[in-house]
């Protein structure tokens, strides 16, 4: 069984910083890429930041400048610094990960999502 375990999720004022992480673990083989999504009330969820195991990196318009993904391949873990937060940041992010599951194969797993709240 695969987990994603987030942290990090909090209320921020407009302007600060927060960092997640993501945690992944299981019975994995390989990890091709990790990624943080985010979803508001009454949206669909996006894309906020992706990074591949080549350490290729893609960022939605309205955060590049002020995310930053990274992602530490010997512990399967990727963090999001997130800085000068806007109040629509205000979401719940998810983690995702694209990767090889030993005796299962390749599949794409969620965390359970972790609330930033920025307050203007």
């Known amino acids: 069984q695969v987990q994603l375990v987030e942290s990090g999720g909090g209320l921020v004022q407009a302007g600060g910083s927060l960092r997640l992480s993501c945690a992944a673990s299981?019975?994995?083989?390989?990890?091709?890429?990790m990624g943080w999504y985010r979803q508001a009330p009454g949206k669909q969820r996006d894309l906020v930041a992706i990074?591949?195991?080549?350490?290729?990196?893609n960022y939605a318009d309205s955060v590049k400048g002020r995310f930053t993904i990274s992602r530490d391949k010997a512990n399967n873990t990727v963090t999001l610094q997130m800085n000068s937060l806007k109040p629509e940041d205000t979401a719940v992010y998810y983690c995702?990960?694209?990767?090889?599951?030993?005796?299962w194969g390749r599949g794409n797993y969620w965390g359970q999502g972790t609330q930033v709240t920025v307050s203007s």
């Open positions: 995702n990960a694209d990767l090889y599951r030993q005796s």
């Open positions: 990074i591949t195991s080549g350490g290729r990196t």
């Open positions: 299981g019975s994995i083989i390989s990890i091709y890429a």
